[in-house]
């Protein structure tokens, strides 16, 4: 890789106490022409010394988000140090598998070097992040630090600044995690978790006072675990800002001791606001171990509810949520071997996460107003997640007949065309035959930038031989009617084929199984 030695970057190294580690160099990086204003959409560059992210990425991560952090003069390295040759030509494209390994393992051992300054090492991206121990996958661990150091450092996950070319609903979400390393530099994040009270026989003379010190809170927070099976109860816990968190493994209590806590609990829940995080999955869960029904609660309210209503292009989980706006190291990834743990940082996330949502929702109106709507529809939608919805019988049979001839007269277009049973519903196939063996313009997937032949793809290349009636549903008569008047066979044949075999089996099928 390293082949004329002209593709070696070595890295900016200065006394800042953040080092941001990259992965490989560009060609930009390369030429040593940093990007330093765009004109018309194109970047305008000035010679400097060949070095890390100097680049278009480089451009945005040093405008943008090193501010952020109060880091613009921040060391900046790569994983690789070369923009290595591939046939011939040095590529921008990371090696994989083993040579990947050994290129990272070499650079890593021969060329990297923290500064003595250093105090926090930020992993830009996930091979940064794999290379400098950290565990799972970068979304996993973006907006935290990992469980180990390296060189005694710690390390931080942040998504690489170009993936948000591609994906730019995480834009704002970058903003907040490089926000974040003040207070990482600072000491004031992760903050320290606060104890444990352990509901057991031996503590319950403790629980009817915390219980007393509970109600007098604007709310507090709950969660869960159970079988998802058999929604029984595993472990319950109960917090508020600053609390201890109360926490009961519920099934290794007697049923003296549960009897107890049952009543605890009723107090709890008829006495004070309940947050919880889905309480379509906890509200169940609590109605079969303490009979305690929709009616039973004072308020609840839902943080998952409450930012899909505020933050509806993002995602929901308590995973994510507490990458945001969560207090404390991550302990998601406890759930097997630490299970009591992991319970007890869900409980704390949900305190974290409800503080902020909570002053979100009263800066703006119109949202808390749809939820409290939705809130008060939870009670209806788990009455119908338990009794079902009625279904027209007749309905779905006739629907089933008309989607399934569909599909088989689009799979019958489909072989007639290319000579062979090609299968329909094999993404792989259908790419094959128009990249291949038609040489169609290869169209990408917005986000991962693969080839791909979803619909959007089939809908533009359809328009290159007959213009695509709007959202128009299609028909076996109008298809072979558009393949006689000059359209695609395969392009017709798929846009039938993958309309009704999602109708089939995405809604029609469990219908007639479930009746």
């Known amino acids: 890789m390293f082949a004329d030695g002209l593709g070696f970057v070595p890295d900016a190294l200065t006394d800042s106490p953040i080092m941001v580690i990259a992965q490989n160099p560009g060609e930009l990086e390369e030429a040593g022409r940093r990007v330093t204003h765009y004109v018309e959409g194109n970047a305008m560059t000035e010679p400097c010394p060949p070095q890390p992210m100097i680049g278009k990425t480089g451009y945005v991560l040093r405008r943008t988000f090193l501010p952020l952090a109060g880091a613009e003069d921040a060391s900046v390295g790569n994983i690789l140090k070369c923009r290595w040759q591939q046939h011939g030509a040095r590529t921008n494209k990371l090696p994989t598998g083993a040579t990947l390994r050994e290129a990272v393992a070499h650079c890593m051992n021969a060329y990297f070097h923290v500064p003595p300054q250093t105090r926090l090492i930020v992993a830009h991206g996930g091979p940064a992040w794999e290379a400098l121990g950290g565990p799972g996958q970068i979304h996993e661990w973006r907006g935290h630090l990992a469980p180990s150091t390296y060189a005694g450092l710690p390390v931080y996950a942040t998504l690489h600044t170009a993936d948000l070319f591609h994906e730019p609903r995480m834009d704002l979400v970058a903003r907040r995690d490089w926000g974040k390393i003040p207070r990482i530099l600072a000491g004031t994040w992760p903050e320290k978790e606060p104890d444990t009270f352990p509901i057991k026989p031996s503590t319950l003379f403790n629980l009817v006072p915390w219980v007393d010190e509970a109600l007098a809170q604007p709310w507090i927070a709950l969660d869960t675990e159970y079988n998802p099976d058999t929604k029984e109860l595993w472990l319950i816990g ?278």
């Not at 290869?442 to 930038?449: D, E, G, I, L, Q």
């Not at 290349?461 to 359209?487: F, H």
Request: aromatic fraction near 8%; charged fraction near 25%.
């Open 238 to 515: 109960f917090g508020w800002p600053g609390s201890s968190i109360a926490q009961a493994d519920w099934y290794k209590l007697p049923d003296w001791a549960r009897a107890e806590v049952q009543v605890q609990l009723v107090r709890l829940a008829r006495g004070v606001p309940i947050v919880m995080h889905n309480a379509l999955a906890d509200v169940p869960v609590l109605r079969r171990a303490c009979g305690l029904e929709w009616g039973d609660y004072k308020q609840i309210e839902d943080s998952m509810q409450a930012h899909a209503v505020l933050w509806s292009e993002l995602p929901h989980d308590l995973e994510f949520l507490a990458s945001l706006d969560g207090r404390y190291h991550k302990m998601k990834h406890l759930r097997h071997t630490d299970p009591l743990r992991y319970h007890k940082g869900d409980v704390l996330e949900t305190i974290s996460v409800w503080q902020e949502l909570e002053k979100e929702l009263l800066l703006d109106a119109k949202s808390h107003d749809v939820y409290r709507t939705q809130i008060r529809l939870l009670p209806h939608i788990d009455r119908s997640m338990s009794v079902g919805i009625a279904v027209n019988g007749a309905a779905v049979e006739s629907a089933y007949a008309t989607y399934t001839e569909k599909v088989i007269e689009a799979q019958r277009i489909a072989e007639a065309y290319c000579g062979y049973p090609l299968n329909l519903s094999s993404d792989a196939q259908v790419r094959f035959w128009l990249y291949t063996v038609e040489s169609h313009t290869v169209r990408k997937h917005r986000k991962t930038r693969k080839p791909t032949v979803d619909k959007d793809a089939v809908a533009v290349m359809r328009g290159k031989y007959l213009a695509v009636p709007g959202d128009e549903e299609p028909l076996v008569e109008n298809t072979i009617e558009r393949i006689g008047a000059g359209g695609h066979p395969l392009l017709e044949a798929r846009a039938l084929h993958g309309n009704a075999e999602q109708c089939v089996s995405h809604y029609l099928t469990p219908l007639v199984v479930g009746a």
